[in-house]
């Protein structure tokens, strides 16, 4: 079988799009965004309200992928060796020996990553960003490719530990799920009226569209995507804009300009082109860009949010003809 081209890669991603929308209803953006990290070798958090298909969704999109999906409950007395792996002493041998942990995985479905302490979410930080974890002092590569997809309740909700700004800024996007309008609600009730049952997936007729080699062949599309010096700065005055605004104790680092440029790369590929515009920057800023600053106490206590002063930025800082 021959490799998946470009073009074909492509189609498979449309296809993995359209096999989520058999079971998740009005969250495009989402979906989106879910595949352009999977593009960009990044991480999702995943944020709403309870009962905004969050779950759903990530299970949605292994049930259309053909990879090794694993998934952890976050819970308040979950260790980090709960997550890792540890070594277990094997008594008919007198030896330790190592015990995968979920991990181990192409997709890790991190549910209610902030239901759990500070301790057992840093587990997390060395597979986030080297793609491995050590225990003992031994470290073990993890599987390419290797995608956390996490999710989480809004901070003010009881029972939840917010993530630092160390781990908020391993998450490549953060995307925020709201609350369905009316007539997609009433889609949404239709579909269990007529038999949908959530926790069985294949009854609703998802199967795998995309694999390892698609994922592959489009990553390597996105690489040979141009960017060109003028917008390459204009992503780097967005980020600048952010670290000077007076709403912001805390800026967007160097590592979210990157980000905003590897997902701006992946969007414009997706479209269907092999050069960046403005518009695709645009398009990714928020999500990109809204986890990896922070507020003023009293922006706060004023109603301003990281969205609108990003996109009062994105409305002020002039872009490249």
């Not at 470009?6 to 965004?33: C, P």
């Not at 990714?284 to 990896?292: E, I």
Request: proline share 8%; glycine share 6%; with cysteine.
């Amino acid at each position: 079988m021959s490799a998946p081209t470009a073009d074909s890669a492509r189609a498979s991603l449309e296809a993995l799009r359209t096999e989520i929308a058999k079971a998740v209803v009005g969250q495009d953006a989402a979906v989106t965004g879910l595949v352009v990290a999977l593009l960009c070798r990044g991480h999702v958090l995943l944020e709403g309200v309870p009962g905004v298909a969050k779950t759903l969704l990530v299970r949605a999109l292994a049930a259309s992928l053909q990879l090794e999906t694993k998934r952890i409950q976050f819970t308040p007395d979950l260790m980090p060796g709960d997550v890792t792996g540890s070594l277990v002493y094997d008594a008919r041998t007198a030896e330790f020996s190592f015990q995968p942990g979920p991990v181990f995985t192409n997709l890790l479905i991190a549910d209610e990553i902030n239901r759990t302490p500070p301790k057992t979410q840093a587990s997390l930080l060395e597979a986030m960003e080297e793609r491995q974890v050590s225990v003992d002092g031994t470290p073990r590569l993890l599987p390419d490719p290797f995608l956390v997809a996490a999710t989480q309740n809004p901070v003010e909700y009881e029972g939840t530990y917010p993530l630092p700004e160390a781990q908020l800024d391993r998450f490549l996007l953060k995307l925020i799920l709201p609350l369905p309008s009316r007539d997609t609600e009433i889609d949404v009730l239709t579909r269990h009226a007529e038999g949908f049952n959530p926790r069985d997936l294949a009854a609703a007729g998802l199967r795998p569209v995309a694999g390892p080699a698609d994922l592959e062949a489009a990553r390597d599309a996105v690489a040979k995507t141009s960017i060109s010096p003028e917008i390459t700065g204009y992503i780097v005055d967005l980020c600048r804009a952010t670290r000077e605004s007076p709403s912001f104790t805390l800026g967007v680092s160097p590592r979210g300009a990157t980000a905003l440029q590897a997902t701006s790369r992946a969007w414009a590929w997706l479209t269907g082109r092999d050069y960046v515009t403005p518009d695709d920057v645009k398009a990714l800023a928020l999500p990109t860009l809204r986890h990896r600053v922070q507020l003023r106490p009293e922006a706060e206590m004023e109603g301003v949010t990281a969205d609108s002063v990003i996109t009062a930025i994105l409305a002020h800082v002039p872009v490249p003809r």
